[in-house]
C-alpha cells in the first residue's frame, strides 16, 4: 500500500462498502434494544474527507473536556496539538463526567446541586 500523507491525501479516494455494527434504544427511557449493521458505501469519497469526518469526535470530547477547562489560556486561532487515540483505546468518560456533558449542553446549571440532581433523576427515570 503506498504511505498516505498531507501532501498526497487528495490522490487518494475510497470504494466500496464498510460494515459497523451497532444498536440502540427508541429513546433515553426505553428498555428495548435493536442491534443493527449499517453498511456505508463509499463512491469514490476523498480520504481527506473521510479521516476529517473522523476527527470530529475528538475535537467535540476535547472542547467539551481539556478546552473548556482551560478556556482563558488559550489564545483565538491558536493551534493545538492532541494526540489520536481509536475508540476502542481511549479513555472512556466516566458516567458522571458524561451527565456533567449532558447536562451542561441541556443548559442545567452544575454549580446548582439541586437542578444537576433532578437533570441525573430525570436521566435515570427516578
Given at each position: 500500500?503506498?504511505?498516505?500523507?498531507?501532501?498526497?491525501?487528495?490522490?487518494?479516494?475510497?470504494?466500496?462498502?464498510?460494515?459497523?455494527?451497532?444498536?440502540?434504544?427508541?429513546?433515553?427511557?426505553?428498555?428495548?434494544?435493536?442491534?443493527?449493521?449499517?453498511?456505508?458505501?463509499?463512491?469514490?469519497?476523498?480520504?481527506?474527507?473521510?479521516?476529517?469526518?473522523?476527527?470530529?469526535?475528538?475535537?467535540?470530547?476535547?472542547?467539551?473536556?481539556?478546552?473548556?477547562?482551560?478556556?482563558?489560556?488559550?489564545?483565538?486561532?491558536?493551534?493545538?496539538?492532541v494526540d489520536f487515540k481509536s475508540?476502542?483505546?481511549?479513555?472512556?468518560?466516566?458516567?458522571?463526567?458524561?451527565?456533567?456533558?449532558?447536562?451542561?449542553?441541556?443548559?442545567?446549571?452544575?454549580g446548582d446541586k439541586a437542578a444537576?440532581?433532578?437533570?441525573?433523576?430525570?436521566?435515570?427515570g427516578l
Amino acid at each position: 500500500m503506498n504511505k498516505i500523507n498531507k501532501e498526497n491525501i487528495n490522490d487518494y479516494q475510497v470504494n466500496g462498502v464498510f460494515s459497523i455494527m451497532g444498536s440502540m434504544k427508541a429513546d433515553n427511557t426505553s428498555k428495548e434494544v435493536k442491534k443493527f449493521k449499517l453498511n456505508v458505501k463509499f463512491d469514490n469519497v476523498l480520504v481527506s474527507d473521510i479521516i476529517e469526518k473522523a476527527l470530529d469526535p475528538t475535537k467535540i470530547q476535547w472542547v467539551n473536556g481539556v478546552g473548556r477547562k482551560h478556556f482563558d489560556t488559550y489564545k483565538d486561532g491558536q493551534a493545538i496539538e492532541v494526540d489520536f487515540k481509536s475508540p476502542g483505546r481511549a479513555p472512556q468518560l466516566t458516567m458522571i463526567e458524561q451527565l456533567h456533558i449532558e447536562a451542561k449542553a441541556a443548559g442545567v446549571d452544575i454549580g446548582d446541586k439541586a437542578a444537576l440532581k433532578a437533570f441525573i433523576n430525570e436521566k435515570l427515570g427516578l
